[in-house]
């Protein structure tokens, strides 16, 4: 069984504690949404209850990473930082109804396992940090950006000399 493979329910009962340093190389699915696999993730994790007495895990990622800009299609240094709590139900009905008891939208609460694999948590925890449309604050180069501001024709111009007098 792998060091990362851990029985979930048991992890939060005896509050563990794992933390480490991951390459974004071996989070491929990260990986994919970078401009390059540079850079790694530290993390860590923490088992625990929540005040109702449900198994918790408090998961935290931080790290560089190198995104593409949406404006200008360059890559840029992202910092990525986040936590979680996680709580765990038994299978998707408890899952369920301890979402409906906690009703709490800053808390996820998910099926918990007696085989899971923290990789996966940390890296979905990971991807949900990086921002859906990446961009530079202040684009460095505009060239390409410039070119597309060039004084557009409006598609109505044309229009204007079909018209009979």
Not at 18 to 31: F, N, Q, S, Y
Not at 99 to 118: F, R
């Amino acid at each position: 069984m792998s060091a990362f493979v851990i029985d979930a329910f048991e992890f939060c009962r005896n509050s563990g504690h794992r933390e480490g340093v991951t390459p974004v190389t071996e989070m491929t699915r990260l990986a994919a949404d970078c401009a390059d696999s540079s850079g790694e993730i530290r993390w860590s994790i923490d088992g625990g209850q929540t005040r109702q007495g449900y198994p918790s895990m408090t998961l935290a990622v931080a790290g560089p990473v190198k995104l593409v800009c949406q404006r200008c299609l360059q890559p840029f240094g992202y910092e990525i930082d986040s936590s979680t709590m996680l709580v765990l139900g038994k299978d998707d009905e408890d899952a369920d109804q301890i979402e409906e008891i906690l009703d709490d939208e800053s808390i996820d609460v998910i099926v918990g396992s007696h085989a899971c694999d923290i990789r996966d948590l940390l890296e979905d925890e990971a991807l949900l940090a990086l921002p859906q449309a990446p961009k530079h604050d202040v684009c460095p180069d505009t060239k390409l950006l410039d070119g597309l501001k060039t004084e557009k024709v409006s598609p109505f111009a044309g229009l204007k000399n079909l018209k009979s007098e």
